[in-house]
């Protein structure tokens, strides 16, 4: 899917309301809009329970249509079932370029990939506790505490590489192994004969790895903010392309 293009990405989102909060939904439909135009929004829960309360009051004013699917069997997640045929039933129809899967549920690992195997991208959003196979599962993944602006302190980061939180006491960023690895890999892979690497792919190649990876999971909205905080590489903002007034920033390592 061409990012550039984004204002032409139809979006399918699909919401899980046992396994998402309601305090989520601004940010998070401002975050989807980055990708695409969501043509499609629906959540899926037992409206008939107390438990959703919340989500009720919101989802007329942002035009979420809300999918019934009762619990007819205690300790079943009838939910699921229902969004993973509604999500297929959508593939199928190939009317969209994309499609964002909101919950914190591994249940949804299977399809994530079956998308993705029609060539489809997958941005799934959840808390910071979804399971690793999820995660992975998707071309992007967005921790929701993001969303809600729980973010680190810009100086340390206690979360790891990948984006999840680590066990290991906060360090500063330019002590921070794991995560200059992953920024040394990418460099590599992708840089120039005199070693310099344009930021967007070296964002891309580690995405392409580890799909939670996020800046803002170290307290910086840019990529680019991050690499220079960390205070080890070079940075340069050249022209891009033919025209003068298109800039890129390409890092390479001091």
């Known amino acids: 899917m061409d990012l550039k293009n ?16 309601h305090s989520i939904i601004e940010p998070l439909l401002a975050e989807t809009a980055k990708y695409g135009v969501a043509t499609v929004k629906r959540i899926y829960g037992d409206w008939t329970s107390t438990s959703l309360s919340g989500w009720k009051k919101v989802l007329a004013g942002f035009a979420i249509h809300p999918i019934q699917q009762f619990r007819h069997t205690v300790g079943k997640n009838a939910t699921d079932s229902a969004m993973i045929i509604d999500a297929m039933d959508l ?19 299977r399809l994530a990939s079956r998308i993705r195997e029609e060539g489809v991208i997958v941005y799934g959003f959840g808390e910071r506790k979804t399971p690793d196979s999820f995660v992975s599962a998707c071309d992007k993944f967005i921790y929701t505490e993001i969303l809600r602006g729980d973010k680190p302190s810009p100086r340390k980061s206690g979360r790891s590489s990948t984006g999840g939180r680590s066990r290991k006491e906060e360090l500063p ?9 992953l920024l040394n890999d990418a460099i590599e892979a992708v840089a120039d004969d005199d070693g310099w690497a344009r930021l967007g792919t070296v964002g891309s190649k580690i995405t392409n790895q580890y799909p939670s990876f996020d800046s803002r999971n170290y307290g910086f909205a840019k990529l680019s903010s991050l690499v220079r905080a960390i205070d080890l590489f070079e940075v340069s903002s050249r022209q891009a392309g033919s025209d003068p007034k298109q800039k890129a920033i390409f890092i390479r390592r001091r």
């Open 6 to 21: 984004w204002q032409q990405n139809r979006l399918a989102v699909l919401i899980d309301a046992d396994n998402a909060s």
């Open 91 to 109: 593939l199928y129809t190939k009317r969209f370029d994309g499609f964002c899967i909101v919950s914190s549920d591994s249940d949804f690992t």
């Open 173 to 181: 960023l330019n002590k921070n192994t794991k995560l200059i690895s």
